[in-house]
T-cell receptor, first 114, second 114 residues
Framework: KAGVTQTPRYLIKTRGQQVTLSCSPISGHRSVSWYQQTPGQGLQFLFEYFSETQRNKGNFPGRFSGRQFSNSRSEMNVSTLELGDSALYLC?????????????FGPGTRLTVL | GENVEQHPSTLSVQEGDSAVIKCTYSDSASNYFPWYKQELGKRPQLIIDIRSNVGEKKDQRIAVTLNKTAKHFSLHITETQPEDSAVYFCAARRDSGGYQKVTFGTGTKLQVIP
C-alpha cells in the first residue's frame, strides 16, 4: 500500500505570492491533517479534514486555508506569502479522526519564501 | 489550549546506554500520546504510542510510560544504537466532540555516540 504523498516536494516563492500544496492520503484513509514545521516553532497543527469538512483548525491566520476532495485528497493554500511562512509543510493521514487511530506522515513540502 | 513541554532539547549518550525523554502536558482531556522519530531531512515516523487507559507500553528497546495524575509521559530507549540518532517529538492528542486536537513537544535531538 502506497504511503502518504505530497506534491511538490520543494517550492520557492516570493513574498506576496500564493501557493497551493497537495496531499494524497494512504488509500482508504479519510482524515487528513496538515502541520507546519519550523526550527523555531517546531511542529504546529494547521487543520484537519474529514469527509470534505474542516473539523479543526490551529492558531494560524486566515491566509492559511485548505480543502478536501471527495477522494480524500487534500490541498492547502497560503495566500499573501510572508518570509515567516518558509517551513516544511507536512500532511498526515489516518483512517478516521479518532484519537485511537494512528497518523502517518507524508514526506513534506519544503516551502521557501524569498 | 494544550501546552506540551519536552525535555531535554538535546541529549547525548554513549552507544549501549539508555536515553530518557520526558514530556508534560496541561490538558487533562488529552487521551492519546504518540512519539515520533524524525531523521534529518525525513518525515516524522511514529515509533510508539500510548493511550490514556494504559500506564506503560513496550516495544523491543522502546518503552513509554504515562502518569495521568501528574500529566507527564516519557520515552525510554534502552541499548541505544547510532541509528537511534534523530529528533524525537512527543505529542498529546484529545478528542473533542469528534474533533481531534494535537499539540507537539518542541523535540529532543538525540545523539548516540559510537
Amino acid at each position: 500500500k502506497a504511503g502518504v504523498t505530497q506534491t511538490p516536494r520543494y517550492l520557492i516563492k516570493t513574498r506576496g505570492q500564493q501557493v497551493t500544496l497537495s496531499c494524497s492520503p494512504i488509500s482508504g484513509h479519510r482524515s487528513v491533517s496538515w502541520y507546519q514545521q519550523t526550527p523555531g516553532q517546531g511542529l504546529q497543527f494547521l487543520f484537519e479534514y474529514f469527509s470534505e469538512t474542516q473539523r479543526n483548525k490551529g492558531n494560524f491566520p486566515g491566509r492559511f486555508s485548505g480543502r478536501q476532495f471527495s477522494n480524500s485528497r487534500s490541498e492547502m493554500n497560503v495566500s499573501t506569502l510572508e518570509l515567516g511562512d518558509s517551513a516544511l509543510y507536512l500532511c498526515a493521514s489516518s483512517l478516521v479522526p479518532e484519537s485511537t487511530d494512528t497518523q502517518y506522515f507524508g514526506p513534506g513540502t519544503r516551502l521557501t519564501v524569498l | 489550549g494544550e501546552n506540551v513541554e519536552q525535555h531535554p532539547s538535546t541529549l547525548s549518550v554513549q552507544e549501549g546506554d539508555s536515553a530518557v525523554i520526558k514530556c508534560t502536558y496541561s490538558d487533562s482531556a488529552s487521551n492519546y500520546f504518540p512519539w515520533y522519530k524524525q531523521e534529518l531531512g525525513k518525515r516524522p515516523q511514529l515509533i510508539i504510542d500510548i493511550r490514556s487507559n494504559v500506564g506503560e507500553k513496550k516495544d523491543q528497546r522502546i518503552a513509554v510510560t504515562l502518569n495521568k495524575t501528574a500529566k507527564h509521559f516519557s520515552l525510554h530507549i534502552t541499548e541505544t544504537q547510532p541509528e537511534d540518532s534523530a529528533v524525537y517529538f512527543c505529542a498529546a492528542r484529545r478528542d473533542s466532540g469528534g474533533y481531534q486536537k494535537v499539540t507537539f513537544g518542541t523535540g529532543t535531538k538525540l545523539q548516540v555516540i559510537p
